[in-house]
């Protein structure tokens, strides 16, 4: 009889560790993500605010976005579609120099502008006993390589702003009916992140569990 009062205490003293534990990780599953973004906005803010030095804080923020503001007027109103093709063009012919820009040219126009890339969620068969990647088609034919029957897929990496680009037969290929910003962050997050009404139903499964 001893050793059962004896166990009573310790049998209630775990059970208050575990809420304990289970309230803070609670906290932190609500806290580390809206500090992580408010951080990441800011300092974004700070970067982009010093770009142009000057004594009064969010002034330079403001002239960084009106002057990309009316470059972007004075190109679309002013600039013919000719001049800004052979702009291109010179950039393109430029040794070292092409490399770069047509990069990051391309690399913005996948995320923003008329010639999105990444708006078509592939599911490719990777090996012959039906294990995939999830990825996004970003050419649907290579006859610029002269390669028929193959298309690219960019692959993105979880937790890593990086990926793979991969040559792979059409028939290997199958596009989801899913939104692509949504595949995106699935994809990113290594499978973590759900889709839509999934996503809802973890989450009030982890409410159930933690105790009221």
Do not use: W
């Amino acid at each position: 009889m001893k050793n059962e009062h004896q166990m009573l205490p310790a049998k209630r003293d775990r059970s208050q560790v575990r809420v304990f534990l289970d309230y803070f990780l609670r906290g932190l599953l609500f806290l580390f993500p809206i500090a992580v973004t408010i951080y990441v906005i800011v300092a974004t803010i700070q970067f982009l605010d010093n770009l142009i030095p000057v004594s009064i804080p969010g002034l330079g923020l403001m002239l960084v976005v009106g002057i990309i503001t009316l470059i972007g007027y004075l190109v679309t109103i002013f600039l013919p579609d000719s001049l800004l093709r052979l702009i291109d063009q010179i950039m393109n012919r430029m040794p070292l120099v092409n490399i770069i820009y047509t990069s990051i040219k391309d690399l913005t126009e996948a995320f923003i502008g008329d010639k999105k890339k990444f708006k078509v969620p592939v599911m490719v068969e990777m090996t012959s006993n039906g294990v995939c990647k999830l990825g996004f088609l970003t050419r649907e034919n290579l006859d610029v390589l002269n390669v028929k029957g193959y298309v690219a897929v960019y692959f993105p990496h979880s937790y890593n702003f990086s990926g793979n680009l991969f040559v792979v037969p059409v028939e290997k290929i199958k596009k989801l009916d899913a939104n692509s910003t949504e595949t995106m962050k699935f994809i990113v997050s290594g499978g973590v992140t759900g889709f839509g009404a999934e996503k809802e139903i973890v989450e009030e499964e982890s409410e159930r569990k933690i105790p009221r």
